[in-house]
């Protein structure tokens, strides 16, 4: 049965397939939860995409109102693209659903800025320059790769991103605060990602990603708890630095 056939607009093509359609809406089967997990993990699926074009932007403007980066691990930024960038090739070539991976692509974007703003404000001019140049171009070379190969660098994304988020925790434990890192930032990380592990559940039958997805939010719940222990403790002004 189509849904031209039988009214039902075709924007539900993009929560359910038709089978489902038919059973919530022709059959009113209202408790047809296959079919209504499967709607809520695709409108989650694509709340998280659209919620990633500002999920850095409360950062973005947090480094540049103090014009400072104390406290923000470099490395951790430079994992976080590297791994965005695997992410998007490897799911781009398996042609996953965008719902299930879109709002790599948007970060992705939002994280060169970012780079640009920990150069520039580091004095290391000439990088803040590159970034915008030399990552996408890295990024459309990674996605011409053969699928094998962008499965390994996945695989090895894993543990990277880990990293990335290691680093950044050891940061805050070290300076004894959490400097110009965003709350907003890392407490949207913590939903999304939250979001995301459901949505990979549902929808991808993919271990790789699923572990992936695991350990980003069990990382990310781990920054947002040093946002409590460390809420009351000030920054200092003067430092600029990058870790």
């Given at each position: 049965?189509?849904?031209?056939?039988?009214g039902?607009s075709?924007?539900?093509?993009?929560f359910?397939?038709?089978?489902c359609?038919?059973?919530?809406f022709?059959?009113f089967?209202?408790l047809?939860?296959?079919?209504?997990?499967?709607?809520?993990?695709?409108?989650?699926?694509?709340?998280?995409v659209?919620?990633s074009?500002?999920?850095?932007?409360?950062?973005?403007?947090k480094?540049?109102?103090?014009g400072?980066?104390?406290?923000?691990?470099?490395?951790?930024?430079l994992?976080?693209t590297f791994?965005?960038?695997?992410?998007?090739?490897?799911?781009?070539?398996?042609?996953?659903p965008?719902s299930t991976?879109?709002?790599?692509?948007?970060?992705l974007?939002?994280?060169i800025?970012?780079l640009i703003?920990?150069?520039?404000?580091?004095?290391?001019t000439i990088?803040?320059?590159l970034?915008?140049l030399v990552?996408?171009a890295?990024?459309?070379?990674?996605s011409k790769?053969?699928?094998?190969y962008?499965?390994?660098?996945?695989t090895?994304?894993i543990?990277?991103?880990?990293?990335?988020?290691?680093?950044q925790?050891?940061a805050?434990?070290?300076?004894?605060?959490?400097g110009?890192?965003?709350?907003?930032t890392?407490?949207?990380?913590?939903?999304?990602?939250?979001a995301r592990?459901?949505?990979?559940?549902q929808e991808?039958?993919?271990?790789?990603i699923?572990?992936?997805a695991s350990?980003?939010f069990?990382?990310?719940?781990i920054?947002?708890?040093q946002?409590?222990?460390?809420?009351n403790v000030a920054?200092?002004?003067?430092?600029?630095?990058t870790?």
């Amino acid at each position: 049965v189509s849904t031209q056939s039988t009214g039902v607009s075709p924007l539900l093509l993009l929560f359910m397939t038709e089978e489902c359609i038919k059973s919530v809406f022709l059959d009113f089967n209202l408790l047809d939860f296959p079919c209504l997990k499967m709607a809520l993990s695709k409108g989650l699926g694509y709340a998280i995409v659209m919620g990633s074009v500002l999920v850095k932007f409360p950062q973005i403007l947090k480094i540049y109102g103090s014009g400072s980066v104390v406290g923000l691990a470099l490395s951790t930024f430079l994992l976080e693209t590297f791994c965005a960038m695997i992410n998007v090739g490897y799911n781009y070539a398996q042609q996953f659903p965008f719902s299930t991976w879109g709002e790599n692509f948007f970060i992705l974007i939002q994280l060169i800025v970012i780079l640009i703003q920990l150069f520039y404000y580091s004095d290391r001019t000439i990088l803040a320059l590159l970034c915008p140049l030399v990552i996408p171009a890295l990024s459309l070379g990674m996605s011409k790769l053969p699928t094998e190969y962008l499965a390994v660098g996945l695989t090895a994304a894993i543990p990277l991103l880990a990293l990335s988020k290691l680093m950044q925790i050891k940061a805050n434990f070290q300076n004894g605060h959490t400097g110009q890192l965003s709350f907003v930032t890392s407490l949207m990380n913590v939903l999304g990602t939250l979001a995301r592990l459901f949505t990979v559940v549902q929808e991808v039958e993919d271990t790789i990603i699923l572990i992936n997805a695991s350990s980003v939010f069990v990382l990310n719940f781990i920054i947002i708890a040093q946002f409590v222990v460390y809420w009351n403790v000030a920054p200092p002004s003067a430092e600029k630095k990058t870790q």
